[in-house]
């Protein structure tokens, strides 16, 4: 049995992350989300177990030192971290799973898992940046400032990954990422062992 790919989609916070993935698991529905535990309170509408697992600080500390995370990060003061067991299930049974994480912890991943398919998602622009986040109108004036601050930074890890990748349209995105994920299932180095060849 092929091991399935573990997908990392990371980026600056505002890019388009969330809604990208959304639309790359509706068109692509055998790829599994990786659902985070975090610190932060539940937005309105979001669900415990659905967008991510609501803990408290205490809660996630507890995770932490029980060694349950594949990696976390404090992200604009709230903890976030990618549970480790489900992830390894899922991929020894063959199926793909999706991280949507931020850059420290893509960073981390890339470490304990090397051969992960990294993707670092790129707004068109720092304006349309600017545009996005303020958009969204979930972040206050002092966020949105903090969050554009470290978004210059965050863009300079983008050569740390493997493959990058512009959200223009959401469409298009999601279209260059499927062809990202053809090939990555083509690689020698996954594909050989299923013919029959003494490679
Ligand atoms: P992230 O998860 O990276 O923080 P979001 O998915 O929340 O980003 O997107 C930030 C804002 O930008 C949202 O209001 C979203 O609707 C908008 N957005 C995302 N992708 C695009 C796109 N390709 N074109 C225009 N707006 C977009
Ligand atoms: P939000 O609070 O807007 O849902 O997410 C804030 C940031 O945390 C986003 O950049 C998101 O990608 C990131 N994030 C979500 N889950 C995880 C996780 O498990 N680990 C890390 N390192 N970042 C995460």
Known sequence: MKKGLLIVISGASGTG?????????????????????TSRAPRAGEEDGREYYFRTRAEFEAMIAAGEFLEYADVYGNYYGTPLRPIEERRTAGEDILLEIDTQGALNV?????????????PPSYEELRRRIT????????????????????????????????????????????????????RADRDLTQFDFDI
Do not use: H, W
């Open 135 to 186: 958009g969204r109108g979930t972040d206050t004036a002092e966020c949105i400032a903090e969050r554009l601050a470290a978004a210059r930074d965050e863009i300079r890890l983008g050569k740390r990954y493997r493959y990058a990748v512009m959200n223009d349209t959401v469409g298009d995105a999601v279209a260059r990422i499927q062809t990202i994920l053809a090939a990555e299932r083509l």
């Open 110 to 122: 890339m470490e304990r898992c090397p051969d992960g398919t990294f993707i670092f998602l790129l």
């Open 17 to 37: 992350k969330g809604t990208v993935c959304k639309e790359l698991l509706a068109r692509a529905p055998g790829i599994a989300y990786s659902i985070s535990a």
